[in-house]
């Protein structure tokens, strides 16, 4: 994972101390979810600007580090809830939009019975109806995609032409360029186009660039929030349609029940529902690539990737998740802090996690009853969210290298 393109965040990550000393006060998150029916998401009471302190907290953690910890969270929070709740309405948005255009077309074909009477005011009418799509299209994708570029180019296509075949009276020439300018909004509208250029499955938009922030092109990551209509996708760059190349095929969908339940086991006393207002499962494993013999080609379920499992808790506030944060470390052991980020910072500016475990699961180590087994982990809390990650039944020292792709997340790049 040591690669010369990537700067190591200083640790980006962080446990909160028994203390109660980590604070995001202040922080002004991005891309709030517009209404309260699609995201339980509270901000913090606090001013409008960031703290401008430098200050550590009690493990010597730098609170900027922090509270960038929790501002890059909460943004990736929201674009996952928005791809579960809002995505399908912006579509219908979308084709909506499309459809009033369409319309438009179909109108002004069956009113055209003359040579004469092809206008500039049915050029100037095409015209607005094309461009006000387009500002209906950016509204109901903003910030996510922008869609307003392809429908005004669309539009800007045809207008020429329906204006000089208007102008010369030639309804030959405007009627062949209305059809045409129909089948164009057409194409764009059909299920296929949308799901390839708006894409949810796999996502590839910022989402990804956030998640990733400088390995797009070589991680694959699950993501699944199940209190939000059950929803899960991958995330990932497309594979490009080229002959003699196949691309793996996914037989199954990402973090099924079945392997949430038992992270969930894993995790025992990490899981806290209460106060809680979003719970999301990521895990990041290598992207599988595109191969000319498809004998070698990848096929199966994405958890046959193994991906690392990030496990990621928001709470209504700060206080809220630090106070069951501080539940958790009560009902498990703690064995000091570590980083994990693959040991390429110096411990000096390095901000550590929790070791953490727990009997409360059992291991899968033996077959004997008689043992209750231990599950070992990493926790972490930032602001009002608490991390979890690592888990299984062998020890932290009988494990290297056990992070994977989960280095290349937000929580340990540098973004600048």
Request: glycine letters at 6%; proline letters at 6%.
């Amino acid at each position: 994972m040591e690669q010369p393109r990537r700067n190591v965040l200083a640790g980006l990550g962080a446990a909160a101390s028994l203390a109660g000393c980590l604070s995001v006060d202040g922080v002004r998150y991005p891309d709030e979810i517009e209404s309260s029916d699609e995201s339980n998401t509270t901000l913090e009471a606090g001013t409008d600007e960031p703290p401008t302190d430098n200050s550590t907290d009690a493990d010597g953690h730098a609170s900027d580090l922090i509270q960038l910890i929790a501002e890059r969270t909460q943004a990736i929070v929201a674009d996952v809830v928005w791809f579960a709740i809002s995505y399908p309405r912006a579509v219908e948005s979308y084709n909506q939009a499309i459809d009033s255009v369409i319309e438009t077309i179909d109108t002004v074909r069956t009113t055209i019975h003359q040579p004469t009477m092809p206008t500039a005011e049915m050029v100037d009418r095409l015209e607005t109806v094309g461009y006000n799509a387009a500002d209906r299209a950016e509204t109901a994708f903003e910030p996510h995609f922008s869609p307003a570029d392809l429908l005004q180019s669309r539009t800007d296509m045809h207008i020429p032409s329906l204006a000089r075949a208007a102008r010369r009276n030639d309804t030959d020439r405007f009627v062949e360029e209305l059809d045409r300018m129909r089948l164009s909004f057409f194409q764009i509208q059909t299920p296929v186009y949308v799901s390839r250029r708006f894409s949810r499955n796999p996502i590839h938009n910022r989402l990804l660039d956030r998640v990733v922030p400088h390995a797009t092109g070589d991680v694959l990551v699950e993501v699944a929030v199940p209190t939000r209509r059950n929803f899960t996708t991958l995330a990932h760059e497309p594979y490009v349609d080229e002959d003699g190349s196949y691309p793996p095929t996914f037989t199954a969908d990402p973090l099924p029940v079945a392997r949430r339940n038992k992270l969930r086991r894993r995790l025992g006393p990490v899981v806290k529902p209460s106060g809680r207002t979003e719970e999301v499962f990521l895990t990041f494993a290598t992207r599988p690539d595109s191969v000319t013999r498809q004998r070698n080609v990848f096929r199966g379920p994405p958890g046959d990737l193994d991906g690392t499992p990030l496990y990621i808790q928001q709470y209504g506030d700060r206080a809220t998740a630090r106070e069951q944060f501080t539940t958790t470390l009560a009902a498990g052991d703690t064995e000091g802090m570590t980083s994990i980020s693959s040991g390429v910072t110096s411990a000096t500016d390095s901000i550590k996690w929790h070791r953490y475990y727990h009997r409360e699961a059992g291991s899968d180590r033996t077959n004997l009853d008689d043992f209750p087994g231990v599950q070992y982990g990493y926790l972490l809390q930032a602001g009002p969210f608490v991390f979890a990650t690592g888990f299984s039944g062998d020890a932290w020292e009988e494990r290297t290298r056990w992070q994977g792709e989960l280095t290349e997340s937000w929580l340990f790049q540098r973004v600048d």
